[in-house]
């Protein structure tokens, strides 16, 4: 008999009722989900597999023939490796700083764009940066592998660690206490007891570090110098850098392999996230404080400060020092900041981009916490939630690419849409599928009996709110997210939005042609445009850790 | 109350405009310049958003032809585009609107956008790229004449362990000019042909012009910091270590690397011809921005390209320098650039060596990581870095060019 056995434990699964309570209620808190993804989502995947089986498969078979394109794919299946890569560093990192507090500043970069992380990571890894003292071919072959996997591990790892930190914080004294009154040692404790204990919220954030992987674009594209591109080329790239040398089915094979493979990885998280796993019945405690844990702690801390640091610093220097290769050594002053601001476009999409994640953020609470709600405690049948929740999970990480030719067309017949209105829908849209698993898995660990008593009350929305009520870190987490995907947003905005979406990200790129020139420019336009995510996310803290870990009890 | 009718006004209007993507003076541009060169175009454009046009522009960078190419959504669709690869009038044919012809621009010039007797392009920028930027306080003796002496030069420079080039070689069009010039000492007629679509690429000359850049390429030391940072250095990079921090004496380039000089050097700016053998003529390669019409329906897009058709448009970048015009009515360049402006306008006045590179269409299209300018970094890395016999990498590049066009026609 293993501890967990004996544990006293709650049953938070849906009530049993005795009658059918309103079902087209829940239909109705489902519909404009529904609605909004199968119009953006479903419907273009649905015609990009049908494109891309239109001659006959032949499509996949060019796929694999032709070089490039299977190196590619190859290549963006090295991507989703990496993703569990990063979450079991970050674990490693959680367990061996534990005890250290102000491991916070950690997730930080889940606010960063990756097109910032990208210019953080060349400004350091370039000839003359400040890792050229090590050696000067990083971004050669095959040194760029290793500067893409850490700038995709300082992304993600941070955010691990913290969620990680939490998880194992909350595993309830009293099962450890058990496990070694029965006298189990150290490794069975962490295979019995430990590792389970953290399967749903490590099957959270791999499914989130997957997402990022997935779409992995601006990153390449700004990170690797022209004569490595090809080595490092991913699906996504390649699809649009080459689509006018591809057929149409060739073209849609392509965004369709890319979508398949990390579905199915994606399919197969879902059993960790829907492993059951008991309540906390007691408040979690601060681990005591260890000096090991501190060490690694504050190590931490100061290797991830340091790309954001390097931007900073290349940032308060004058262009032309900048150019230079001035990070560290003289030729400070604020010429890059103004030079920065000059044209006026920066202002302007800082004002374009806020307006647009804010509407994004509100517009996907508005859709996607009814849908939760419903599917959490709509009397939907087990049955019937279980397959809504792989149809979410599964659309959750299908990359723009696959839908977007589609969906361009949606837009061209309706032509009733400006490009920024379209945009703002869209980002809606890809946001609702994974802030719907959020929001249902916080809302289904809400107290039984508090939604047990509302059910019998006839006002309707009552227990809406009052979950609602009860699950706000989810919620705070969720519009959070969104706000800072949509802030951060370049490939959507690139095929979707052309030049008038004024995308912070745009501006950026709008000076990345020639890197060395503009690094001074370029890192003073992402220490602004970072700005704004990174207090949002700094602020929403303590929060946002809730948020995860509640949208991982069930 | 009042005031909050207005702001319902407000709204609608706001729904209003965004439902019919803006108002019909307002274009969308895309182009291949960044920084500071896309701050000059916006400068250009400043009298037409003056005068009440709203204008969106947007950097495709090094991917401008996907930019152009994407055919996503009519709303992602720009109005206008800046190209400076005549190919793309063929790639994007379909949907380029013709355009009327410009007084002042060259025959030669306007016919690279003429496809079926129709003109698909105006051209706004002219670039000289048979340039070698030095700085006279590195350079070792005087500058070079010949070619001869020009790899002399940089031997003897080399061997004392004074690296007399850098070179970005992260750029692939960097490689390709260099060997666009080197072909067109050698062969102006085949360069014509190939530039035309002609299967040649397995020609003798086009082999001799590979070797000729090996010749240089592989010479030990002659790359600053070595050619595996060469690979990694963009062009601006290549610039900067040699005017600002003097780490080589010579970089082959083009008109437009002035102002870079200019703003990131320490050292004057001075030039010589891209050097051919004594017997051949001195190549003229030049580049260029045509502005193309992607949106039949765009009034603001016809008059802004009509704008950029002017000579005083171009009048406002050509007086910050990097920006030449083949309009004769365009003065005032900075510096000496003038003479350069006056030897693009005479020696190719009938028919420019435009960029072959820029010329090729399909697998040819170079762009990072496809195209010439994959094959021509391949052959960079097999001559500088690995040091394989010139005969061999040469015969492969050309091979692989040869196999490129096979496979895109």
Redesign the interface.
């Known amino acids: 008999m293993t501890p967990s056995e004996i544990l006293l434990r709650e049953d938070t699964r849906s009530p049993v009722r005795g009658h059918p309570r309103r079902p087209w209620r829940s239909l109705l808190h489902l519909l404009p989900a529904a609605v909004l993804v199968g119009a953006v989502i479903v419907l273009p995947l649905v015609w990009a597999i049908v494109v891309s089986l239109k001659d006959g498969g032949r499509g996949y078979v060019a796929l694999w023939t032709d070089h ?1 394109t299977r190196n590619a794919i190859l290549n963006s299946l090295v991507w989703l490796v990496l993703a569990p890569v990063v979450c079991l560093f970050g674990l490693l990192l959680a367990w061996l700083a534990r005890g250290s507090r102000r491991l916070g500043v950690l997730a930080a970069p889940i606010a960063v764009s990756a097109l910032v992380t990208a210019v953080a990571f060349r400004l350091i890894f ?3 940066g400040p890792a050229d003292a090590v050696s ?2 990083f ?2 072959s095959p040194g760029i592998w290793l500067v893409l996997g850490l700038a995709f591990a300082w992304q993600w790892a941070g955010l691990a660690v913290v969620v990680f930190r939490a998880g194992l914080d909350a595993i309830p004294r009293s099962l450890m206490r058990m496990a070694r009154a029965f006298g189990h040692g150290p490794w069975w404790r962490l295979g019995k007891v430990t590792l389970p204990a953290l399967v749903p919220a490590g099957a959270l954030i791999l499914m989130i570090a997957l997402l990022a992987a997935a779409r992995a674009f601006e990153l390449i ?1 700004i990170t690797a ?7 490092v ?1 991913v699906a996504g790239v390649h699809w ?6 591809l057929t149409e089915g060739t073209s849609a094979a392509l965004t369709v392999i890319s979508f398949l493979s990390v579905a199915v990885l994606a399919l197969a998280l879902l059993w960790g996230l829907s492993r059951e796993w008991p309540n906390r019945v007691e408040e979690p405690q601060e681990p005591p404080p260890s000096r090991r844990g501190h060490v690694f702690g504050i190590l931490a801390v100061a290797v991830w400060v340091l790309p954001m640091v390097v931007v900073l610093l290349t940032s308060l220097h004058t ?2 020092a900048a ?2 290769g001035g990070w560290w050594s003289g030729g400070f002053g604020f010429g890059s900041y103004r030079q920065a601001f ?2 006026g476009e920066l202002f302007s999409a800082l004002l374009n981009t806020g307006v647009r994640s804010i509407m994004a953020a509100l517009l996907l609470l508005i859709i996607a916490v009814p849908a939760a709600f419903a599917i959490a405690w709509g009397g939907l049948s087990r049955r019937a939630g279980r397959i809504l929740i792989a149809v979410t999970t599964v659309l959750a990480v299908v990359p723009p690419q696959t839908v ?2 589609e ?3 949606v ?2 017949d309706l ?8 945009l703002t829908l869209v980002h809606t849209a890809f946001g609702v599928p994974l802030a719907v698993l959020l929001l249902r898995a916080a809302f289904a660990s809400a107290r039984p009996e508090l939604v047990r008593v509302r059910l019998l009350d006839p006002a309707p929305g009552s227990v809406l709110f009052a979950v609602v009520r009860e699950s706000w870190p989810a919620v705070v987490t969720v519009a959070v997210l969104e706000f800072v995907l949509v802030w951060n947003d370049f490939v959507v905005g ?9 995308q912070v990200t ?1 501006v950026l ?10 690094s001074g ?1 370029l890192a003073a336009g992402a220490v602004v445009v970072t700005l704004v995510p990174l207090a949002l996310v700094l602020l929403t803290g303590k929060w946002l850790v809730r948020g995860f870990i509640q949208g991982v009890r069930r | 109350m009042m005031r909050r009718r207005d702001a319902m006004k407000g709204l609608a209007l706001l729904t209003l ?6 108002p019909s003076s ?1 274009v ?3 182009v ?5 060169e ?2 000059q175009f ?1 400068r250009v454009l400043a009298p037409l958003v003056k005068e009440g046009t709203r204008v ?4 495709g ?3 401008l ?3 152009v ?10 109005d206008v585009a800046l190209i400076e690869q005549p190919q793309m009038v063929d ?1 994007d044919r379909s949907r380029l609107v013709p355009l009327d012809r410009v007084p002042g621009i060259p025959a030669g010039w306007a016919d690279l956008l003429i496809r079926d007797g129709q003109s698909y392009g105006t051209w706004f920028k002219a670039a000289h790229k048979s340039l070698v930027w030095y700085r006279r306080d590195r350079l070792m003796g005087d500058p070079p004449q010949h070619w001869n002496d020009w790899v002399d030069t940089c031997r003897t420079m080399a061997a004392r362990g004074r690296p007399p080039l850098a070179i970005g ?4 069009w960097v490689l390709t000019d260099w060997f666009e010039n080197t072909l067109l000492s050698i062969d102006p007629a085949i360069y014509r042909e190939l530039a035309a679509g002609a299967e040649l690429w397995t020609h003798e000359h086009v082999r001799e012009a590979l070797r000729r850049l090996g010749e240089i390429w592989a010479i030990p030391g002659v790359f600053s ?2 050619p ?2 060469a ?7 290549a ?2 270590d040699v005017f ?2 003097g780490r080589a004496a010579m970089v082959a380039g083009a008109d437009f690397d002035y102002p ?1 000089i200019e ?2 050097g320490n050292a004057p700016a001075k030039w010589f011809r891209f050097p051919s053998l004594e017997t051949e003529r001195p190549p003229l390669m030049v580049g260029g921005d045509a502005a193309v019409l992607l949106n039949r329906h765009s009034r603001g897009g016809r008059d802004l390209i009509t704008w950029l058709g002017k000579p005083e448009a171009a009048q406002i970048w050509a007086e910050a320098g990097g920006f030449l015009s083949v309009n004769p009515a365009v003065t005032g360049y900075p510096g000496d650039l003038s003479s350069l402006a006056d030897e693009i306008q005479k020696e190719t006045a009938g028919r420019p060596a435009f960029d072959l590179s820029d010329q090729l269409g ?2 040819l299209t170079g ?4 195209g010439t ?2 094959i021509f ?1 391949d052959f960079f ?1 097999e001559v500088a870095v690995d040091r394989a016999p010139l005969e061999r990498a040469a015969n492969r590049a050309s091979d692989a060019l040869a196999a490129a066009k096979a496979a ?1 026609s």
């Open positions: 490039g370039e000839p003359g000067t071919d971004l050669g594209l110098p022209g004569s490595v591109q090809s080595e080329d649009w850098r080459w689509r006018a040398d262009p032309r150019a230079g000059a044209s977007i030719v969906l361009g067309r837009f061209d032509h009733l849409l400006g490009a920024p209105t379209a690139l095929l979707l939005g052309g030049p008038e979406a004024g745009f790129y709008d000076q990345a042609r020639q890197f060395t020139t503009s420019v | 405009t965004a439902a019919c993507g803006g307002s969308r541009v895309v291949v310049w960044s920084g500071w896309l701050t916006r969106s522009v947007q950097s960078g090094n991917d032809a996907a930019l190419g994407n055919r996503v959504a009519r709303t992602a669709a720009p790639a070689a992260a750029d692939g910091g070595g595996r940072r690979l990694l250095t963009q062009f601006d990079g610039l900067v600002q921090h870079i703003q990131f399909g697998r762009a990072d990581g496809r300018w994959k970094q890395a895109s």
